[in-house]
């Protein structure tokens, strides 16, 4: 690594700004590491449908406040994040290959108020946010790969108009 | 057990289980939980077009393409071998609101009348499928997070610029349900 290369600290800079990758491991794995991350996706996918997460009605009936549902599930699941998050700290917790955890932070910028809101208003229509995405297509719905589509489209003009945009 | 496992699962369980991908991605990887970033490593991996938003090195981020194609596959297996055959229950009010609408189908996970391919090539199929997924993919990253990556892993570690994110797609969200979708769905 050269981290003097100029090409190499703009890399960092746009990458700080969401917190991608900013605490990955130096640690190269072969690619069938990857298999705990599919295992986990495959329940998160199984819950996404057995609790109806990526049901376009129950998001809708979310935003017009007539159930409970969709609370009970982020507000259980930011609980039980945080309890987690405490604990890896209070412990020192490492990662199964001896690393220490570390939790970048995020550093505010107006994006989290415009993009925001660009991206409720967004998912209120698609019934969708990215990760439902990928398991309303696993479900059936295969016209969301559209959708899918449509959304990268909109990461790349994000990507590609960033410096206009106010930040 | 399998009957169990059928049957709709309540909130407490999806809730727990969705909260405990925070500490397993950071106790099997160092990963903070954020699944939008997987739309991110897409278009660094196919097209980057020179672009330096999307020019890192995204195979060290790979993790997350294997986390979403996991996502479709669970999905695709609870659907096939662990469903209920009992249709959705909606709130009575969301129901008959929706089909006073138009939405009469609520027997599936989807509105019938919107999320097909034959709705698509018409002007309200359009706006819901292709603009509001432009809408979801822009505005994830232009906000820096989605759900997973503001309101659940950024609440969780106590960030409050993911606190204001969180705020501001509910209200994103809340604004496009009660004041632009009756309009939409009149199409």
Do not use: H, P, W
């Given at each position: 690594m050269k981290p003097n290369a100029p090409h190499l600290t703009l890399d960092l800079r746009?990458?700080?700004l969401d917190t991608i990758g900013v605490n990955e491991s130096d640690l190269r794995h072969p690619w069938w590491y990857n298999v705990k991350f599919v295992a986990w996706g495959i329940l998160f996918g199984i819950v996404a449908v057995k609790a109806e997460i990526l049901s376009w009605f129950r998001i809708h009936e979310m935003f017009r406040f007539e159930s409970f549902h969709m609370f009970g599930i982020i507000g259980t699941a930011v609980m039980v994040g945080a309890l987690s998050v405490l604990v890896i700290k209070r412990t020192n917790a490492k990662t199964i290959h001896g690393e220490t955890i570390h939790i970048p932070s995020k550093t505010f910028?107006?994006?989290?108020i415009y993009g925001a809101f660009i991206f409720g208003l967004g998912w209120a229509i698609t019934g969708a946010c990215p990760g439902p995405l990928f398991a309303q297509i696993g479900?059936?719905?295969?016209?969301?790969v559209v959708t899918l589509l449509s959304a990268i489209a909109g990461t790349w003009v994000y990507g590609r108009f960033r410096e206009k945009l106010p930040h | 057990m399998l009957e169990l496992i059928r049957q709709p699962w309540p909130w407490y369980v999806a809730g727990v289980i969705i909260g405990l991908t925070v500490p397993y991605l950071l106790i099997i990887g160092?990963?903070?939980?954020?699944?939008?970033s997987s739309l991110r490593h897409v278009c660094a991996a196919c097209i980057p077009?020179?672009?330096p938003f999307f020019r890192y090195a995204w195979k060290k981020e790979a993790w997350s393409l294997f986390f979403v194609g996991g996502i479709a596959l669970g999905a695709y297996i609870a659907v096939h071998w662990l469903s209920d055959p009992a249709p959705i229950r909606l709130a009575a009010s969301t129901s008959e609101r929706l089909a006073a609408q138009g939405l009469i189908d609520t027997s599936s996970l989807m509105p019938a009348e919107i999320f097909s391919w034959s709705s698509l090539f018409t002007l309200r199929g359009f706006l819901f499928m292709v603009v509001g997924g432009f809408m979801v993919g822009f505005g994830t990253r232009y906000g820096g997070g989605c759900t997973s990556g503001h309101a659940i892993m950024g609440l969780s570690s106590l960030q409050w610029p993911s606190l204001v994110a969180t705020i501001m797609f509910m209200l994103g969200g809340v604004v496009m349900t009660w004041l632009i979708l009756p309009l939409l769905l009149g199409l």
């Open positions: 746009t990458r700080e910028n107006q994006g989290n479900a059936g719905y295969s016209v969301v | 160092n990963k903070t939980f954020g699944l939008s077009a020179g672009i």
